[in-house]
């Protein structure tokens, strides 16, 4: 595996952007379990590393997947991933970057705007902030409401020009465009309207609230 990462990053790094950018669908797929914290030390370039803080996430198909949203909302529901597939759809193309330093190019997204969800849901008037929880059991984090309105923020079903694969966070995953890679929930499960943000769980460990990657377009939120 290593050896193989090695190899990847050399090319891209011969072959210039426009093969880097071909490189981020190629080595995407592959799983980067990286417990030691080595692995950022390889110069992958624009490879998506893997990222879980729970050891054995389960496993759901569209058989079995559903997404909650409740809390403080006039309208609880459940949706299928049939029923997501069902509603228009938004397709996104921006640079992924984690908050450690790496970036895959120019990442294809496609799904449902968190927005659409918000609406039919009709939150309360006392509701200010949505949190996100995750069926790895563990992960959850938070964006204002008026952040979660915004466009570039989906409930998304397709990444890399297919279905969201189990260890990218799948069948559906949050995509905060704006924002480091953490406010990407993977796994989800759950939206809840709730009275004000709740630090996610790499927040209670240090990381900003506020994760704007351009901090002009954080308006202080
Ligand atoms: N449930 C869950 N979601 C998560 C994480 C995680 O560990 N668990 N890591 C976050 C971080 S820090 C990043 S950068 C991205 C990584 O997405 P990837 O694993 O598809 O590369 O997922 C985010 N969402
Ligand atoms: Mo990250």
Not at 1 to 24: P, R, T, Y
Not at 98 to 120: E, F, I, K, M, Y
Not at 148 to 175: E, F, K, S
Not at 191 to 219: C, K, M, N
Request: net charge negative.
């Amino acid at each position: 595996m290593i050896l193989g990462l090695i190899a990847l990053g050399g090319a891209g790094v011969v072959g210039g952007k426009a093969v880097q950018d071909g490189l981020a669908k190629v080595i995407a797929p592959v799983e980067l379990h990286d417990p030691t914290g080595l692995v950022s030390q390889i110069p992958v370039g624009d490879a998506f590393r893997y990222y879980t803080v729970t050891g054995n996430v389960p496993t759901k198909t569209a058989q079995t997947y559903q997404l909650t949203v409740d809390g403080m909302v006039g309208h609880t529901a459940t949706y299928t991933l049939a029923d997501l597939q069902a509603m228009p759809q938004t397709t996104l193309v921006h640079d992924f970057q984690c908050v450690t330093g790496w970036v895959v190019p120019q990442v294809h997204w496609s799904g449902v705007q968190l927005s659409a969800l918000l609406d039919r849901a009709v939150p309360a008037s006392g509701a200010t902030a949505v949190r996100f929880r995750s069926f790895d059991g563990t992960y959850t984090e938070s964006l204002t409401l008026e952040q979660a309105r915004r466009a570039d923020v989906i409930v998304a079903t397709q990444m890399l020009g297919g279905p969201i694969t189990h260890d990218h966070g799948g069948p559906v995953r949050m995509y905060v465009a704006p924002m480091y890679g953490y406010k990407s929930t993977k796994w989800l499960s759950g939206i809840e309207l709730t009275a004000d943000v709740q630090s996610g769980y790499w927040e209670h460990r240090g990381y900003p609230v506020d994760a704007f990657i351009d901090p002009s377009q954080g308006g202080g939120g």
